[in-house]
């Protein structure tokens, strides 16, 4: 079915007062803002565009974004907020301080129960070679791209446990055939 | 403090294994998939990319996205669904069969205990304006921009109860000063 052509139930065409909406990021809370760092930095490529302190609160906010090969941050603090603000497709992870030093202190992924959250997902350039990256990097692994019934898919857990799914997009054209 | 300059505890400078990884989508599992395109297509503005069925395991996905203005999204369904998993900032809502008609099926939000996932949120070229169209359209708040210590920051529920923030780029600039 062609894109134009698809009707889906509920669906409306999109109003005139969302024009310029777009995704800006996803929020999940981690325990230790050191060893999730090392996670997003190390096995996913990230970077932090933003550390927010806010000490009355108690509470620090990473913003977390894959920045593309020869595109420009701006440098400035101000600047650099405003346009992180503006971008697509970010992680923000909140330290409450504190929890780090809770031995028994965990999450929840949302896929036990109670469910609800699911997972975020990466695209990648090379899905064989991100899973062999996942291993050098010890990854725990949820399912392996050749396991289940969804070939091609891998999803591994993050330190908080939430999951995170992987995939390539080219291998994808056939799902759902 | 400088992008370039700035030290976070555990951070790595991203690894070459990581080149082009970026972050596909942020899947909830939502009750009714009519309810839930009924709100984020009209309140959001969003269109659905691409839908897949899995009927042996009963359950359907949808991917969802703000689609910019001039922005051409591929007609033919296997270019298309390549496209949309290579794509930044999109919404994936899996619906599984029949929860839509549990009178006292609910999924969790993350944000009362067990805690986890916190919201996504949308990015908007005006916030009065979009506080207002929220306003029409019957949209739950959690947080007007007016309410509470983060001044020009919304949270609204989607029809699950999943918080949304959204905000407006450039009003964000001082946060953190």
């Not at 692994?141 to 799914?165: H, L, S, T």
Request: with cysteine.
């Amino acid at each position: 079915m062609s894109f134009n052509g698809e009707q889906h139930p509920g669906v409306v065409p999109a109003p005139g007062n969302t024009q310029g909406f777009r995704l800006n990021h996803t929020m999940l809370r981690a325990k230790d803002p050191e060893v999730a760092l090392a996670f997003y930095s190390r096995v996913f490529g990230m970077r932090v565009l933003r550390k927010l302190d806010f000490e009355e609160m108690q509470f620090s906010l990473y913003f977390l974004a894959n920045v593309e090969q020869g595109e420009a941050i701006p440098e400035d603090t101000r600047e650099r907020t405003a346009w992180t603000f503006g971008q697509k497709g970010l992680l923000e992870l909140t330290h409450n301080w504190g929890t780090e030093q809770q031995a028994d202190f965990a999450y929840h992924d949302g896929n036990a129960e109670p469910q609800g959250f699911g997972h975020i997902c990466f695209s990648v350039p090379d899905l064989a070679a991100a899973q062999a990256w996942f291993d050098v990097c010890n990854v725990t692994f949820v399912k392996r791209a050749e396991q289940g019934k969804m070939k091609d898919v891998i999803f591994v857990k993050d330190p908080d446990g939430y999951w995170i799914e992987v995939i390539q997009a080219d291998l994808m054209a056939g799902m759902g055939d």
